[in-house]
């Protein structure tokens, strides 16, 4: 039950009698419709080096699948190398002699090699910046590919690792807190908040691996779990605690609170790397431009909107007065699914893009938890539609944001760029067409 306390009373009467869109049931397409036109398909590859391509994909998945053991130096050693070896080997292609669409497979295939490697940089950096917060990662590092290597273990040896291990995350966790409790400019530096929040990641990080490791042979082996279980538990509460310590003490982070930004910026150079890698033909400053002219444009059209609606040039009032426009509680789900089935008949029937009656009807409808929709505060899409709304356990004051922020205008906008034509179509095109270069994937194309 919502609380009918009088402010939220008073709004939902507003929208009580708001109607809803059209509610008659869709019926799926008939099945025999879900399949193609196979002779369309039947086709010469539109790439020469769409085997490479693929070729790449499966190999790396599977160096990654053996290799899989974040942040450990074995593992971005070997990434290293096979980078480069694909880089090498590519140079050997004469590009000249490839199609056009082998081209454009040569040219993203070395971008893609070229941002992996950079990323090898930027995980190096990491583990550089957050050794002096945990210099004891190696032992974690060394057990867990020692596993997968399937060396035999010794389980006595094992757990004298597993007691020097909890020591010294003992003694990483007490220097700390000394350094917390000195005077300013006495004992030990105070660790940087961003390196504090990057080594909580990596103790978290560490956990999920020493987790994993355990379980292969607790139970299996019974000298294991007679020799290793109550030391492996007191390296589990060290880590915990450890982070806990960063995260409060220095991130500011509490638990059950909301995250703080933490970050650094990462400079001109770094930006312009990470647009190389997208391919995207423009500096910072020539997009910060962009940008401006385009918010200029926006901030017109809104100014013409007001007008419209009898406020002058007063866009903000006419915003708020929109945000008024939204569905009673629970009726989210029925504007949501009519939103999308409008957006369907639009497109077809202005002969906008075909949607393939499989693509019509495979998505499905999920309702966002309290907690998500604080991280999430609009609706999500692709597959699934993902609907934000309020809920009873929510305060008033999130209750009528949920709704106001969801109302029937923003929502409209939302449901066409979440579904069709937006990510469950470009999702369901994008398994079907080329998809050999989802290898490729970038946030700009589905964004």
């Excluded at 431009?289 to 040039?313: C, L, P, V």
């Amino acid at each position: 039950m919502f609380p009918r306390s009088a402010p939220l009373a008073a709004a939902l009467t507003l929208v009580l009698s708001a109607p809803l869109l059209a509610q008659a049931p869709a019926a799926p397409a008939a099945v025999g419709s879900y399949v193609p036109d196979l002779a369309t398909l039947v086709r010469r590859p539109a790439s020469d080096l769409q085997d490479v391509v693929e070729r790449f994909t499966a190999d790396r998945y599977a160096l990654l699948w053996r290799w899989d053991v974040p942040y450990s130096a074995t593992r971005r050693a070997l990434q290293r190398e096979f980078y480069a070896d694909w880089l090498a080997r590519t140079d050997a292609i004469a590009f000249d002699s490839l199609s056009e669409g082998g081209r454009v497979d040569w040219l993203l295939l070395r971008g893609r090699l070229r941002l992996e490697q950079s990323l090898l940089g930027e995980e190096d950096h990491f583990i550089a910046e957050t050794a002096p917060l945990v210099p004891f990662a190696n032992t974690v590092f060394d057990l867990a590919e020692a596993r997968r290597n399937l060396e035999t273990m010794d389980p006595a040896a094992t757990a004298d690792s597993l007691a020097r291990l909890a020591a010294r995350i003992d003694t990483a966790r007490r220097a700390v807190e000394a350094a917390l409790a000195s005077p300013a400019g006495q004992g030990g530096a105070r660790p940087d908040k961003l390196a504090a929040y990057h080594a909580a990641q990596l103790l978290e990080s560490l956990r999920g691996t020493l987790d994993r490791w355990f379980k292969f042979y607790d139970g299996y082996d019974p000298l294991f779990t007679w020799y290793a279980t109550a030391p492996y538990k007191k390296v589990d509460d060290g880590l915990k605690a450890y982070r806990r310590l960063l995260r409060e003490h220095i991130v500011g982070a509490k638990e059950g609170e909301d995250e703080p930004i933490v970050g650094r910026p990462i400079g001109r150079e770094a930006m312009l790397a990470d647009l190389a890698a997208e391919v995207i033909p423009y500096t910072p400053e020539q997009l910060v431009a962009i940008a401006q002219r385009e918010f200029t444009w926006s901030e017109n059209e809104m100014k013409r909107a007001a007008r419209e609606m009898g406020y002058g040039d007063d866009w903000r009032t006419a915003l708020e007065k929109v945000k008024t426009d939204y569905v009673p509680p629970g009726r989210q789900p029925d504007l949501v699914r009519d939103l999308v089935r409008e957006a369907i008949a639009y497109v077809e029937s202005h002969d906008l893009v075909t949607v393939p009656p499989l693509a019509q009807d495979m998505w499905r409808m999920e309702m966002l938890s309290p907690a998500r929709q604080k991280e999430s505060p609009f609706f999500l899409g692709g597959e699934t539609i993902w609907v934000s709304y309020p809920t009873d356990s929510m305060s008033e004051e999130d209750k009528l944001m949920s709704m106001r922020g969801n109302n029937i205008h923003f929502s409209r906008a939302t449901a066409f760029h979440e579904m069709i034509p937006g990510h469950e179509l470009q999702g369901f095109m994008s398994q079907r067409y080329a998809a050999y270069r989802n290898a490729f994937a970038t946030p700009f194309y589905i964004e």
